[in-house]
């Protein structure tokens, strides 16, 4: 990276200047992570997807993998796995690195998707968070906790809109929408409801967004609006290119897993026929094929690489 050459009045501005006498918050960088796994599906098994997994059709869920807080505050809380930024990093090198130290991944999908910088968001201090969405894998990477948590576990999540209303005022629209984010985890048998209220407010049909948590349910923090937030980009950039499930993938998959993927995310069904249409110049077909029982030998698809290099 070019850096840029001080000039002489640079230098001598630099060496009266004391940014000690601006207040500094602390950057973290948590991590919504999402993956496809198979309902039921046992956590911490290392390895890539298996001929048998090909070989059958199981029931998959789109799930969230949160860590469990081991110490104060929000002890024994549920939280979006992350961390603090150590000095000389970005906040995109936070995220990987946290996110390898979670689960052990160090490929991920990782984008930025919002900046969480509320001044009371976290009681320990004046804390800005940056989020990243990152996909993977699931059969692929054992999780484990870090120094701050002693559990981590996938959660089944599933979010629904409870409430609408829309006010009409003279010169402003607004639209509240109540979210209920209902997390699940079987093995555990943890069950809990977040809500967080979604303002819209439109001056002139130019509009801005505030969120409000009204029930933190089990989760620490900020986090509800935070995942929110990563749910809906995900959801938003399905509907769009579509690109960014192709991370919930395997390297090999059936067009009929892949369309299972993009409902999960969508949370509808799609009509095979346009599914396919709207997939077909991004994927290839391989010469590999996969049996089942009672039903026909499927294709293995691949990625067409030309049509992510953009």
Partial sequence: ????????????????????????????????????????????????????????????????????????????????????????????????????????????????????????????????????????????????????????AWFRLSVNVSETLKKEKKNETIVENLYEMHFYQAEKKIDFTVKVKETKRFTKLHGYVDYEIEDFGQLAFDHGKVILNAWQTLKKEAEGSGRIVFDLMPEKFTLNSLQKAFELVLGRDLLVANFRRKVAPLVRETDEEITGVGHRPAKLFVRNPEEFYI
């Fill in 1 to 152: 990276m070019a850096k840029y050459k001080l000039s002489k009045k640079d230098k001598e501005f630099l060496e009266n200047y004391d940014i000690s006498g601006y207040d500094r918050p602390s950057v973290t960088a948590d991590i919504a992570v999402f993956a496809v796994m198979e309902e039921g599906a046992l956590e911490g098994v290392d390895g890539a997807q298996s001929k048998a997994n090909y070989r059958k059709d199981p029931v998959r869920e789109l799930q969230l993998l949160l860590v469990k807080r081991g110490n104060p505050p929000f002890e024994n809380y549920w939280a979006l796995p992350g961390g603090f930024s150590m000095r000389g990093e970005s906040t995109q090198e936070s995220a990987m690195r946290e996110l390898c130290e979670e689960t052990g991944v160090k490929d991920a999908y990782l984008r930025p998707f919002g900046v969480f910088s509320e001044p009371e968001r976290d009681p320990r201090g004046w804390i800005v968070s940056h989020g990243y969405l990152a996909l993977i894998d699931g059969s692929k990477y054992r999780i484990h906790a870090g120094s701050d948590a002693w559990e981590a």
